[in-house]
């Protein structure tokens, strides 16, 4: 991707996209890719960086929903284990098969738990990426060895996917811009444009790097934003409702030897009625989530410290190694975009994480709710009313079969599984230039040749793009990233030409939100 490039398509004022998409997280970067599957011209306009907010802080689970199997919601589980077999076909450098051992303390959870699972198998069809069956205490521990004993009769394996969540929307991103599409980050939309019947015509853009305005025209105009939908939906009508309820969600990373082995843990049913995920990531173990209601949507969100103590006090009461403040490599925080509820004391964890397509008056068309499973379903479903908006015949979506950047059948070991096909043009950089094969940081295998490589062709243009969603240092060990940040700046200067004061300007900028990934002891 080139932004300067992407820049010049929207200098020319007249001409006329077909959608305009408001937002560079999962659920925008989803309708940019069902368009441009359908022929029609995209622009993506993301004001921070892609997968800035929550797209870059789930749990890294790509999964059909196995609670909201437990709750009834049958749909966005068929909906969401069709996405997911899909996937991991479509991305397999992005997504990976993970087995999951719920522990079994009683003879009735072996049966509900089993029973649930076949059918949540079942309902996969030839999508099914694994079969659920139950495993000995001796088997349990042998698995998870990090895990209590006492009490324990056994376990229940399941299957779920795996995904990097920044890395898969840049991928999304890359997808969209190979066949065509604008995209664009650092491009804020500070007011919609209307006719004189109130229809929307068009948006005023500023680039965030250079504050140059721009007047785009189109067809259609989504408001993907998340947790801001609200801001965009003020914006087209200062008295409309709030619809947005924040809830946020944090986790912990700790290192993998707190638990051990290759499989995830499940806690189905915490003390207070939330799930809880051990998750082997990149080398480290993701420990959340919890559900947390806000009010006021962050960019940079941060974790309480109720939070923070919920994690490790849950955590502790089923692992032999009781993870401390102290052991804490990063703490990340994400806020989910939850229907608001018309009832007072509505419980979160009942709000349907099913996605809604809403069409307002000026035709402004809002995507909210959802869940990232389910981006590419989402963005068709969102997609589709562009022929009652526009009047114009619509094509069939071809999103679903779409192979994603990177994509290749023989993927790269270690650390380079996450760019596919591009490894090998990474590992040529530092071939031509062997002083690009230096490590960014002693602790992790990534080199010096993949700064080089976002900023050319994965457009990161500041120092947090690369550590948190290129690389992903940030949220596996917070103090590394710091760091790692100069040496970093350093070399992004020169591929941008930037001088002294920019990197200045960037450490101090970094330091600013690295230093709320760090939990103080």
């Not at 650092?186 to 068009?202: E, F, P, Q, W």
Request: neutral net charge.
């Amino acid at each position: 991707m080139n932004r300067e490039e992407n820049i010049r398509q929207i200098s020319d004022s007249s001409r006329t996209w077909d959608i305009a998409v408001i937002g560079g997280g999962s659920s925008g970067l989803g309708v940019a890719l069902d368009a441009i599957s359908r022929g029609l011209s995209v622009i993506l306009l993301e004001k921070a960086d892609f997968a800035k907010g929550t797209s870059s802080r789930s749990t890294k689970l790509v999964h059909g929903g196995v609670r909201y199997l437990a709750q009834g919601d049958i749909g966005l589980v068929l909906e969401a284990l069709k996405e997911r077999g899909k996937l991991l076909q479509n991305a397999p450098h992005l997504t990976s098969n993970q087995p999951f051992i719920i522990p079994i303390y009683s003879w009735f959870d072996r049966i509900q738990y089993n029973t649930g699972l076949k059918i949540y198998d079942w309902m996969a069809g030839k999508l099914r990426i694994g079969k659920s069956h139950f495993i000995s205490k001796e088997e349990t521990l042998e698995r998870l060895p990090g895990i209590k004993s006492t009490g324990l009769l056994g376990g229940v394996v399941y299957y779920d996917g795996q995904f990097d969540d920044a890395r898969l929307a840049l991928a999304i991103a890359m997808t969209a811009d190979d066949a065509g599409a604008c995209i664009l980050n650092y491009a804020s939309v500070r007011s919609l444009i209307k006719d004189k019947n109130g229809k929307l015509t068009g948006l005023k853009v500023r680039d965030e790097l250079d504050k140059t305005n721009y007047t785009l025209k189109a067809k259609m105009i989504v408001n993907a934003t998340g947790v801001f939908a609200d801001k965009i939906l003020q914006m087209d009508n200062p008295d409309a409702a709030k619809m947005i309820q924040p809830s946020q969600g944090i986790h912990l990373v700790l290192d993998l030897d707190f638990l051990g082995g290759k499989d995830a843990l499940m806690i189905p049913k915490t003390k207070d009625g939330r799930i809880l995920f051990a998750v082997p990531w990149h080398g480290k173990l993701v420990v959340g989530t919890t559900d947390t209601l806000r009010e006021k949507a962050k960019l940079e969100p941060q974790a309480l410290q109720k939070e923070i103590d919920f994690v490790l006090e849950t955590a502790a009461g089923y692992l032999t190694k009781e993870p401390t403040r102290a052991d804490v490599k990063a703490v990340f925080a994400g806020l989910r975009p939850l229907a608001r509820p018309k009832e007072e004391g509505a419980k979160t964890k009942e709000i349907s994480r099913s996605h809604k397509v809403i069409v307002s008056e000026s035709n402004l068309v809002t995507l909210t709710g959802g869940k990232w499973t389910t981006f590419r379903k989402m963005g068709e479903d969102t997609v589709n009313h562009y022929q009652e908006i526009t009047k114009e015949l619509l094509a069939p979506s071809e999103s679903f079969e779409m192979k994603l950047h990177g994509y290749t059948s023989t993927l790269p070991g270690g650390h380079w599984t996450v760019y596919g096909s591009d490894a090998a043009k990474i590992q040529k950089l530092a071939e031509n230039r062997p002083e690009l094969a230096e490590k960014i940081h002693p602790d992790f295998p990534n080199i010096l040749a993949e700064v080089v490589w976002s900023v050319r062709e994965e457009m990161a243009v500041k120092v947090e793009d690369i550590l948190s969603r290129r690389i992903r240092m940030l949220i596996l060990d917070a103090q590394a990233a710091l760091d790692s940040a100069e040496k970093v700046a350093k070399i992004m200067a020169q591929e941008l030409q930037k001088d002294n004061d920019w990197i200045e300007q960037e450490l101090v900028d970094f330091r600013k939100v690295g230093e709320k990934y760090l939990i103080k002891a």
